[in-house]
């Protein structure tokens, strides 16, 4: 059974960076896509970007050249590299895994951007 483990959210000033992380309890090439979606108060999830086993990367308009997806295939994990943050970008950030038809969700870690 696939598990996802989001880590790396905390609180960051407006301008800071962020790295979060999600590692996965299987093999990264199992795997077809790792997508990153993010969920602020009282407002629809969305995805924030993604990449699939091929190393193919995909980014929301709004996150295209603040937000950096990649992986660490000796680790399992995906990343999520966030700069020039923005209060909007507050919300929790989930991790997700499709494998085929299987949908996997991690359980959110949450990111908050204020002075």
């Known amino acids: 059974q696939v598990q996802l483990v989001e880590s790396g959210g905390g609180l960051v000033q407006p301008g800071g960076s962020l790295r979060l992380s999600c590692a996965a309890s299987?093999?990264?090439?199992?795997?077809?896509?790792v997508s990153w979606y993010r969920q602020a108060p009282g407002k629809q999830r969305e995805l924030v970007a993604d990449i699939t086993r091929s190393g193919s990367t995909n980014y929301a308009d709004s996150m295209k050249g603040r937000f950096t997806i990649s992986r660490d295939n000796a680790k399992n994990t995906v990343y999520l590299q966030m700069n020039s943050l923005e209060p909007e970008d507050t919300a929790v950030y989930y991790c997700k895994a499709q494998i085929v038809l299987i949908t996997v969700w991690g359980q959110g870690t949450q990111v908050t951007v204020s002075s």
């Open positions: 299987v093999s990264i090439f199992t795997i077809d896509t």
